[in-house]
């Protein structure tokens, strides 16, 4: 997982341990799989990528994460959202910077990044977010939902988080202070939409 090579904050190892139902022992030290409750847990391998033996194109996971460009859906595991895999050229991933593993298909819904993305949307994604950088567009979740949103880093540091639709009084800005950003669990960086660039 991108977790494993990015660290988790010391502050976030149970909160962490508890979304994907692990000790807080494995999650630190990867040893066998168990939940809080002493039972084996499923691992990752659904949400691995595979290289097609043509080496042209690469099969990635397609989450139906009900990611929210709305009011937000509630947030469960990942791998409860697993909905298939589509192949994708490796091309067209390099061209985006995306390495295999870190590749995401998610499907949207709502419409408060209309026009950019519109509800049933599948947009291609790069779980490996080393750092927020402004005017991007980001999945997350934050307090129990799952959203996308638009990130806009303001002169005091603290960050935007808005709607493309702003028709729709429903979406108003939300602005997270420079700290509860760090909070946020961004899940991955929309890079565009399945079948056109954003």
């Not at 030290?29 to 290289?51: M, R, V």
């Not at 408060?112 to 080393?130: F, I, N, Y």
């Not at 202070?177 to 056109?196: G, M, T």
Request: aromatic share 8%.
């Amino acid at each position: 997982m991108n977790w494993w090579k990015r660290g988790i904050p010391a502050s976030e190892h149970s909160r962490v341990a508890k979304v994907l139902d692990w000790t807080v022992d494995h999650l630190l030290t990867g040893s066998a799989p168990t939940s809080a409750s002493g039972q084996s847990k499923e691992n990752h391998s659904l949400l691995e990528a595979s290289i097609a033996s043509d080496q042209m194109t690469t099969s990635v996971p397609v989450m139906d994460q009900e990611f929210s460009a709305g009011q937000g859906a509630a947030a469960q595991s990942i791998e409860d959202f697993f909905d298939g895999h589509r192949d994708i050229s490796l091309s067209d991933l390099d061209a985006h910077g995306i390495q295999p593993s870190n590749a995401r298909i998610i499907k949207i819904r709502g419409d408060s990044m209309w026009p950019t993305l519109w509800g049933g949307d599948e947009v291609l994604a790069d779980t490996h977010v080393p750092r927020l950088t402004s005017s991007k567009i980001y999945a997350f979740e934050f307090d129990g939902e799952l959203k996308v949103k638009r990130f806009t880093k303001k002169m005091d540091g603290s960050w935007l988080i808005s709607s493309d639709n702003k028709d729709d009084p429903a979406y108003t800005d939300e602005i997270v202070s420079a700290h509860n950003a760090q909070q946020l669990r961004v899940i991955a960086e929309v890079k565009k939409l399945v079948s056109r660039n954003l």
